[in-house]
Structure formats: structure tokens, C-alpha cells
């Protein structure tokens, strides 16, 4: 195995020692590139969870893997856990600009994690992924907030 | 800025670690590698990259990574600010942290408290008193403070020493058992004080003591006195008509001793030489016997000579051959019968002694067979055989049995009793 580029081990460490609020990052032991990611539904958000059962929201787990490029590109991200939100689709691929041609080395797995948490604080139908939700989104957001609260509470408790 | 990397005799202390002021590194950071920028070049905005960093971004796309404007090689410029301020920057000297494992980096309470700027950092961990040395005595001392290292090599147990009799050179720990084994080291004597070196002390022992104990030297004589050395010539002296008495009979009974071996040996010589007489007699009396057959007698005398095959005895080849009406006028009637040797084939100067018979067999009464003795020696003067011209009458033979079925049987013994070579000397 290629020995850790210093950028990688460095920004591990910050991971595990000081972690964003709502998002967890642990790399995976046998394959340091590879991070098991589980972010929280933002309070106020359609996948922030059951509050009246003090639930802190829904638990959305990820996979993210860092290329032999990294940081020259992108790390990729997937949602493991099922979604119902216009930018992500049925497979867990999450359309953000950031993690395709917005790429910059400058950027950090905890800034595109930040991002991603943003992402289901503030959908975007207008740039979908999941043609069908975003349609749903835009002709009745109310019933498509309604159908992703039922799909946290389903897959993401 | 090319010296971010120095290699200390077991790791290299990264440049984050000796940094004096730790808040500084946020603000001097690489946002690629985030690393303390090296070559630092920034864009019109004033971010700062290492050079290497920006130009592997800047193959992917040509705009900055942190604020996004348009950029490429040509619009990078340096920053004469940040490079003096990375030169001047304010270090520890390497030696002023220890590496602990799984721990990492962590201030050696022993090391170094020197304060450099970072430009200044290799000259002064060159010299630095507090970096490490293998010691030059053995690396098994592993490496040592160069602070410490004079006190070190006045106790290393790999320092050399001489030894101060034998002049060989050891390492400080092998010299004590050395000293054991020493033999140029000087002692005394423990009987008579004599000063000496170890080695001589055997021979001074057995040779000089004069206080060691010794045996009398007539003690094979039987004389069992032991006395101390010094004490020899009186013991002497006073023993002399003993020790004369004593070696007379002590050399009585050795003579006598060694006749009954003598004669012994002797004896069993004789014996030996008995025997291979014997058994070389045995050899020699065995004389070769040939019978030769005669068929067809009646056809073979008409040619008056027969002749037998060749056979070999002594290594030399022979032959019998009679005359079946006698080989002159003299012999007439008779059968004269010879043994040839086949000279073309003995050396010159050799002379073979045989005695011999040639034996005309009756077949029909063997007590009445005709046998010839002879003794000669071969060659013969003046002839190739020796024999009889009148062995027997022919008309005895041809009518007594000796002939059976036209077949008559010759029959010769040989023994050799003699070889001998004269060396006659060579006419050139």
C-alpha cells in the first residue's frame, strides 16, 4: 500500500479529534482512503428526525473514498442510507457542484461533508438528481416534505 | 526554503514540531498540502501555495483553489515577505524534542534549548552539542549525546587498553580476564620467592625450585627418598654405597631380563624363517609334470624325428624330441631322446639348473617303464638338448607295451633347482 500522503493523515486526525457538529468521519482500518461517514438531519430540516422522542434527528450513513488524486480530485461520496431528497438519487450519487466540476484542492472532506449536511438543510429541484422527487418537489413541496419525513422516519432512525 | 527535511540519526523531526510559535503555522499553511508552505507563490489575491502544489492544480484547472479567480503559471508570483518571514521564522533546534512512540514528538528534557531562525537551523544542528554520535569505539554503544561523549568514552567498556605485560591490546571489558590468563604477568615464586613471569614458572617448578620437593634421581634404582630440591647433593653424598648397590642389582636384573627377551625374539625369528624356508621349499620341489601322448606312431617314425608342442616351465618354453632309429651311426637302433629349451627366447647370461627324467611309459606294465634321470643346466654348450642317444632299443619299445593302440606315452618331470645370471662385461 502507498504510504498516507501527509494532507490525508493530517486531516484525519482533525476529524476524529475535533469533529464538525452532526457529522462523524472514521476511516476505515484496512483502507485509510475509505470513511465510513454518518451525518445527522439538521434540526429544522425534513430529515431531522422524531424530536418528540428526543431522537437528535435522522442518522443518514455514507461512504466516502478519497482517489489516488486526492486532493487533485474530488473525494466520491455516496448515501448509503435511503433518501428522499431531489438532489440525491435512488442510488445515494448526491448532485453538488463541489464534489464534480467545483472541485478545488483547497477544499477538505469536512468543508464537502459541511456542504452535504447544508444540502438537505436547503434542496434544490432546480439542479435535480432524482427527476421524479424534484417534480414532486415543485408541485407540491408541502406532500414531498410530508413523503421525506416518512422516509427518514423509515430508514434513517 | 529547499530545507524543510533534516535526517537525524533515527527520524526527522517535522518542521511543524520545532516551530516556536504554533499559532504561526495556521497563518503559513499550503491550503493543498497543508503543510508550511515551501516556495510559497500565491495569486493576485494574496493566496499562498506551496509552488510545487499550485502547479499539479493549476494542470487540473487554471484558477485558484481558494478564492476561484483566473490563474496560471505566468500570473503566480512570489512573496519576498512570506520567504523572509519563513527564513526568519523562529525554530527549536531539533534536538530540543525526542521521538516517543505512539506518542510522537515530545521536548527531551536532556536536549538542546537553543532558539534559531529557521534559516540558521542546519548550521547549528551541525554542531549542536546535544545531537547524537554512534560512539566511535563500537556501535554497540548505540549513539550518544556528543555533550556526553567524552565522559562516555572515559568509562566505554569498548575503549582500548594495553595491557601492561604482554603489550597486546584489548576493549576495557576484556581486560580483566586477560589478566587472568596472562602469562607475561610477573609473580613470585610461592615456595622460594623468586621473582619471575607467569610462563616461566613451570619450568622454574620442575628445574630450579630449589624448594620444591623432588623424587631421587636413583628412584628407578629403587631408591624412594623425596627431599627438597636444595637437599639433592647431600642426599647424594650421603647415599652413595646405597644408590651404587641399589643400581647394581637393579641392573642385574634388567640384563637378565633382557637376554630372556632377547632370546626369545630370537627364537621367534628362527621360527619365522624355518617356515618360510619351508614353505619356498614347497614351492620350488613342485616340479611340472608333462605327458605327452605320441599318436599315429607308426606313420611319425618313418619321418625317423618326432617332436612335441612347445610347453612353458619357468617362464621359459620347451620341448621333447626323440630320434626313432638314433641321431648317429653310433646309436643306431636306439631311441635317443632329448629335452630342448627354446633359446631363441632366454636373455643372455642366464643359466637355468634342472634335474629332470624323460619316461617311456609301458602301458602294459607300468614297473616296466623306462625312465632317464638327469641334472644339467641350460643352455647347453654347444647344443640345444640334453638327453639320452641310447634311452632304449627301438625293437624293445615298438614290441614290449609301450605302444597301445599305435599310441605311445612320454612322460618328462622338471625342477628347477637354479636360476642364475653371470654378468659378463659388454664388448663395447
Known amino acids: 500500500m502507498n504510504s498516507l500522503p501527509k494532507r490525508i493523515i493530517k486531516e484525519t486526525e482533525r476529524l476524529v479529534k475535533e469533529p464538525a457538529p452532526g457529522i462523524s468521519a472514521t476511516p476505515n482500518e484496512e483502507n485509510l482512503r475509505y470513511f465510513n461517514v454518518v451525518i445527522t438531519g439538521p434540526v429544522d430540516s425534513p430529515f431531522q428526525g422524531n424530536v418528540s422522542h428526543h431522537k437528535s434527528g435522522g442518522v443518514f450513513n455514507l461512504e466516502l473514498f478519497l482517489t489516488d488524486d486526492y486532493p487533485m480530485s474530488a473525494p466520491k461520496v455516496r448515501f448509503l442510507t435511503k433518501i428522499y431528497h431531489p438532489n440525491i438519487d435512488k442510488l445515494g450519487r448526491i448532485c453538488l457542484d463541489i464534489l464534480k466540476d467545483k472541485w478545488s484542492p483547497a477544499l477538505q472532506i469536512r468543508t464537502v461533508l459541511l456542504s452535504i449536511q447544508a444540502l438537505l438543510s436547503a434542496p434544490n429541484p432546480d439542479d435535480p438528481l432524482a427527476n421524479d422527487v424534484a417534480e414532486h418537489w415543485k408541485s407540491n413541496e408541502k406532500d414531498a416534505i410530508q413523503t421525506a419525513k416518512e422516509w427518514t422516519r423509515l430508514y434513517a432512525a | 526554503m529547499d530545507r524543510f527535511q533534516y535526517t537525524e540519526l533515527e527520524n526527522t523531526v517535522p518542521i511543524e514540531v520545532v516551530i516556536v510559535d504554533q499559532e504561526i ?14 516556495k510559497p507563490r500565491q495569486c493576485k489575491n494574496g493566496h499562498l501555495f506551496c509552488m510545487d502544489c499550485i502547479l499539479q492544480s493549476l494542470k487540473k484547472i487554471q484558477e485558484c483553489p481558494e478564492c476561484r479567480c483566473s490563474l496560471n503559471v505566468e500570473k503566480l508570483s512570489r512573496s519576498l515577505f512570506v520567504e523572509r518571514h519563513l527564513r526568519t521564522l523562529s525554530v527549536f533546534c531539533k534536538y530540543h524534542f525526542k521521538y516517543q512512540k505512539s506518542v510522537g514528538w515530545i521536548v527531551d528534557e536532556q536536549g538542546c534549548n537553543e532558539i534559531i531562525s529557521l534559516e540558521n537551523s542546519a548550521k547549528h544542528e551541525n554542531i549542536c552539542e546535544h545531537s547524537f554520535e554512534y560512539c566511535k569505539f563500537s556501535k554497540e554503544c548505540g549513539v550518544i549525546r556528543r555533550r556526553l561523549m567524552d565522559a562516555h568514552y572515559e568509562e566505554c567498556p569498548y575503549r582500548p587498553v594495553q595491557c601492561q605485560h604482554c603489550n597486546a591490546d584489548f576493549t576495557h571489558n576484556e581486560i580483566t580476564n586477560h589478566l587472568n590468563e596472562c602469562d607475561m604477568i610477573k609473580i613470585e615464586c610461592d615456595r622460594c620467592n623468586a621473582p619471575m613471569i607467569k610462563k616461566e614458572f613451570e619450568k622454574h617448578k620442575l628445574n630450579l625450585c630449589p624448594n620444591y620437593h623432588i623424587q631421587c634421581p636413583f628412584f628407578e634404582s629403587g631408591c624412594n627418598a623425596t627431599f627438597d630440591r636444595k637437599d639433592l647433593e647431600s642426599h647424594i653424598e650421603k647415599s652413595l654405597s646405597h ?11 634388567t640384563i637378565t631380563n633382557l637376554k630372556k627377551e632377547f632370546s626369545l625374539l630370537l627364537k621367534d625369528k628362527d ?18 609334470k608333462v605327458e605327452w601322448c605320441v599318436k599315429n606312431y607308426s606313420i611319425l617314425k618313418k619321418k625317423g624325428y618326432i617332436q612335441s608342442e612347445k610347453f612353458t616351465i619357468g617362464g621359459f618354453q620347451w620341448f621333447i624330441g626323440f630320434y626313432t632309429d638314433g641321431d648317429s651311426n653310433d646309436s643306431k637302433g636306439y631311441i635317443s631322446i632329448y629335452l630342448f629349451l627354446d633359446t631363441n627366447q632366454i636373455p643372455k647370461g642366464k643359466s637355468l639348473t634342472l634335474e629332470y627324467y624323460l619316461k617311456f611309459f609301458n602301458q602294459r606294465d607300468q614297473t616296466l617303464s623306462v625312465k632317464k634321470d638327469f641334472r644339467t643346466t641350460f643352455p647347453i654348450k654347444g647344443g640345444q638338448g640334453w638327453g639320452d642317444r641310447k634311452a632304449i632299443r627301438a625293437s624293445v619299445l615298438e614290441s614290449n607295451g609301450f605302444i597301445k593302440d599305435d599310441t605311445l606315452l612320454v612322460m618328462t618331470s622338471i625342477l628347477i633347482k637354479k636360476t642364475c645370471w653371470s654378468i659378463e662385461e659388454s664388448d663395447s
Request: aromatic fraction near 2%; hydrophobic fraction near 30%.
Open chain 2, 25 to 38: 503555522i495556521k497563518e503559513l499553511q499550503c491550503g493543498i498540502c497543508l503543510q508550511i508552505i515551501n
Open chain 2, 243 to 253: 644408590h651404587l648397590l641399589l643400581m647394581k642389582s637393579h641392573y642385574t636384573d
Open chain 2, 271 to 288: 621360527d619365522k624363517i624355518k617356515q618360510l624356508e619351508k614353505s619356498m621349499n614347497e614351492k620350488s620341489d613342485s616340479s611340472k
